[in-house]
C-alpha cells in the first residue's frame, strides 16, 4: 500500500522556569513541573472557517509545600515572531474562569492533568508558536512561573475518510471541549492499572440515527429494535486492511427504562473490553481507524482483509462500554487502543443537514451535535 500520510513533526513543547524577576533559570528540584502531551499536538481543521487545538497538560508539584495556579497566559506568534493573539484566565471574578479547569491547590508530591482552555481559533491565526504562561503561588513562598511553548503540526492525509454509515446521522458525543472522548483524565484511580497511557479517543466521535425529531428510539428503549441505529450497516471508511478485531463479546442488556446493562467482562482494567466488538483497519503506516459496539456476530470480515471504501464491516449493536446503540469511531497513530494517540481526520463527500435546508461539504470536520448524511461514493482515484 502506498504511504497513506505525511506527519510532520518538528519542535515539540519546551519548558522554562521563570523567576520572580522574569530572569531564565534551568528546571530543578523542588519545583512544579508542567508539560504539554500528547507528544505531537495537530491543529484540526473544523467547519467554519474554525481551527481547534486538542492537547493537555500534566503538572507534577514536586516541592514540599502546595501550589495553587493562580493564572494562565497564552501568547501566540506567527511563523515571523510576530505576537498574532494574546488571552489569559485566572482566579477573578464570581466565577472564576480557572475553576472551570482545577478547583483547589496541589499538594506536595501531587500530580494532575489538566485540559487546555484555549482550543479553538479562527483561521486567520497563524498557530506557529504558541507560549503557555502558569503562574503559581507556593505555600509560604513567592509566586513561580513556568513558560510551556508548543508548537503545533498538520496531519496530512493522502486519501478520502468517509462517514461509516448511509442515511442520516447524530454525532451524539464528538470531541469538543465537554466531550467524554476528549475529557480523559490518564490520572483517574479507576483507569490505573488499565495499562491506558494515551487517549486515542482525543478525536472520536458517537454516532446514531435519529428520526425528524430528534428521538434516537421508540418508546422508552427496552428493546433493541427500539433504536433506530440496532444493527444498522457499519462500512469502511476508507481503503484499507483490517489489522485487529473482536467478533464473540456479548450485546449488554437492555433495562425496562432503555439503559444499557453491562457485560461484567466490560470492565476499565480491560480497555479492549470497554470497545466490545470492533474492527480496526490500518490505512498506511502509523494510521488507523477504529470502529466500535459492534453487534454481537454481524462482523463480516477477518484479520488481514483488504478492504475498500464502502465495503460492508458489520452492524451497530451494544457491546463493551455503551449504554444505548451507537456507533463509536476514531482514528489513531497504532494498533493498540491503550498506547496509541487520537489522530484528526476530516470526512469527505457529505451533506450536513440544518432543519429545512442542507449543505454538501467536500471534505470537512463534523461537530458533536450535527446532523451529516454520507452522499454516494465518488470513483476510485477521485478526492
Known amino acids: 500500500m502506498a504511504k497513506a500520510h505525511r506527519f510532520l513533526r518538528s519542535s515539540l513543547a519546551s519548558l522554562v522556569i521563570l523567576s520572580p524577576s522574569a530572569g531564565l533559570l534551568i528546571a530543578q528540584s523542588g519545583t512544579v513541573q508542567v508539560a504539554a502531551f500528547p507528544e505531537t499536538i495537530y491543529i484540526e481543521e473544523v467547519k467554519d472557517l474554525q481551527q481547534s487545538l486538542q492537547f493537555d497538560f500534566s503538572i507534577h508539584n514536586t516541592s514540599n509545600s502546595s501550589a495553587l495556579l493562580v493564572r494562565l ?3 501566540i506568534f506567527d511563523s515571523q515572531g510576530k505576537l498574532v493573539r494574546q488571552h489569559f484566565v485566572d482566579r477573578g471574578g464570581t466565577a472564576p474562569g480557572l475553576e472551570a479547569y482545577i478547583k483547589g ?5 501531587a500530580k494532575a492533568h489538566i485540559f487546555n482552555p484555549f482550543d479553538d481559533f479562527d483561521s486567520e491565526v497563524e498557530l506557529a508558536r504558541l507560549e503557555y504562561l502558569f503562574t503559581f503561588t507556593m505555600q509560604g513562598q513567592r509566586s513561580q512561573r513556568i513558560s510551556v511553548v508548543v508548537e503545533p503540526q498538520r496531519l496530512d492525509l493522502d486519501f478520502a475518510l468517509y462517514l461509516p454509515m448511509r442515511g442520516p ?4 458525543d464528538g470531541h469538543d471541549f465537554i466531550s467524554h472522548h476528549r475529557r480523559v483524565d490518564l490520572l483517574l484511580p479507576a483507569l490505573q492499572g488499565s495499562g491506558l497511557v494515551a487517549n486515542s479517543n482525543r478525536y472520536a466521535y458517537d454516532f446514531v440515527k435519529i428520526d425528524a425529531k430528534g428521538r434516537e428510539k421508540r418508546g422508552n428503549g427496552s428493546s433493541y429494535e427500539d433504536w433506530y441505529i440496532w444493527a444498522a450497516k457499519v462500512f469502511a471508511p476508507a481503503a484499507g486492511k483490517v489489522v485487529d478485531l473482536e467478533t ?3 450485546d449488554n442488556l437492555l433495562s425496562t427504562s432503555g439503559f444499557g446493562i453491562y457485560n461484567p467482562r466490560v470492565t476499565p482494567q480491560s480497555i479492549r473490553s470497554m470497545a466490545g466488538n470492533f474492527v480496526a483497519l490500518e490505512h498506511g503506516p502509523g494510521i488507523y481507524s477504529f470502529l466500535g459496539h459492534l453487534r454481537m456476530g454481524s462482523i463480516e470480515v477477518a484479520i488481514g482483509d483488504e478492504v475498500n471504501p464502502g465495503d460492508l464491516l458489520g452492524e451497530v449493536g451494544l457491546s463493551g462500554a455503551s449504554g444505548h446503540p451507537h456507533l463509536h469511531f476514531h482514528m ?3 494498533i493498540s487502543m491503550a498506547s496509541s494517540e487520537g489522530l484528526p481526520g476530516p470526512f469527505s463527500n457529505y451533506r450536513r443537514l440544518l432543519g ?3 449543505l454538501e461539504v467536500e471534505i470537512g470536520q463534523v461537530d458533536g451535535g450535527d446532523i451529516v ?3 454516494p461514493l465518488k470513483k476510485a482515484g477521485s478526492r
Not at 491547590?105 to 508530591?109: K, L, N, V
Request: glycine fraction near 8%.
Open 356 to 358: 429545512s435546508r442542507s
Open 248 to 250: 464473540d463479546f456479548p
Open 73 to 75: 497566559d497564552l501568547q
Open 169 to 172: 446521522l447524530l454525532v451524539r
Open 105 to 109: 491547590p496541589f499538594q506536595a508530591g
Open 373 to 375: 448524511e454520507a452522499l
Open 332 to 334: 489513531q497513530d497504532g
